[in-house]
């Protein structure tokens, strides 16, 4: 059975993958946010079908979006999560905003939601994700024409 302060250790390793995550996405850092994911995560998003692998994640959802938007943050006093009782599985369920960009630069609001779901094989490892689905709110333009480079 899992105790309030393990409870807490797992909860605040959650928190800080959201945090770790809205930082990579915000500066473009496909590089620093791959090891996040497990190899073989699978995803899908609002318009993408089910995704299969990292790389493939990071090919045609995260290089098709994050250099896109401006100001990607996850409404962290809004994260829902569980943790099993065995400490290694886990999910968070997150809104999400962000900046996106008419094709004539102006800008406009594009909120979303998130789902993660998290595995490691003991407690005393990170959380990965092995599955994102990223969608946005209804009505919210899919694409967004910024122009931001990617950080190397």
């Given at each position: 059975?899992?105790?309030?302060?393990?409870f807490?250790?797992?909860?605040?390793?959650?928190?800080?993958?959201?945090?770790t995550?809205?930082k990579?996405?915000?500066?473009?850092?496909?590089?620093?946010?791959?090891?996040?994911f497990?190899?073989?995560?699978?995803?899908?998003?609002?318009?993408?079908?089910?995704?299969?692998?990292?790389?493939?994640?990071?090919?045609?959802?995260?290089?098709?979006?994050?250099?896109k938007i401006?100001?990607?943050?996850?409404?962290?006093d809004?994260?829902?999560?569980?943790?099993?009782?065995?400490?290694?599985?886990?999910?968070?369920v997150?809104?999400?905003?962000?900046?996106?960009f008419?094709?004539d630069?102006?800008?406009?609001?594009?909120?979303?939601?998130a789902?993660?779901?998290?595995?490691?094989?003991?407690?005393?490892d990170?959380?990965?994700?092995?599955?994102?689905?990223?969608?946005?709110?209804?009505?919210?333009?899919?694409?967004s024409?910024?122009?931001?480079?990617?950080?190397?």
């Amino acid at each position: 059975m899992t105790t309030s302060s393990e409870f807490d250790i797992d909860t605040a390793a959650i928190h800080a993958w959201f945090e770790t995550m809205h930082k990579h996405v915000s500066d473009v850092n496909f590089t620093a946010a791959t090891p996040l994911f497990d190899k073989d995560a699978v995803g899908f998003g609002t318009y993408e079908d089910v995704i299969v692998s990292r790389d493939n994640i990071i090919a045609q959802q995260w290089r098709s979006v994050w250099s896109k938007i401006e100001k990607f943050a996850f409404k962290m006093d809004q994260l829902k999560l569980d943790v099993s009782s065995d400490r290694c599985f886990a999910y968070g369920v997150v809104p999400w905003g962000s900046t996106g960009f008419h094709q004539d630069q102006t800008p406009y609001d594009r909120p979303g939601r998130a789902t993660i779901v998290f595995r490691r094989a003991m407690p005393s490892d990170p959380w990965l994700a092995i599955h994102s689905h990223f969608s946005l709110n209804q009505n919210v333009p899919q694409l967004s024409y910024g122009d931001r480079p990617e950080m190397v």
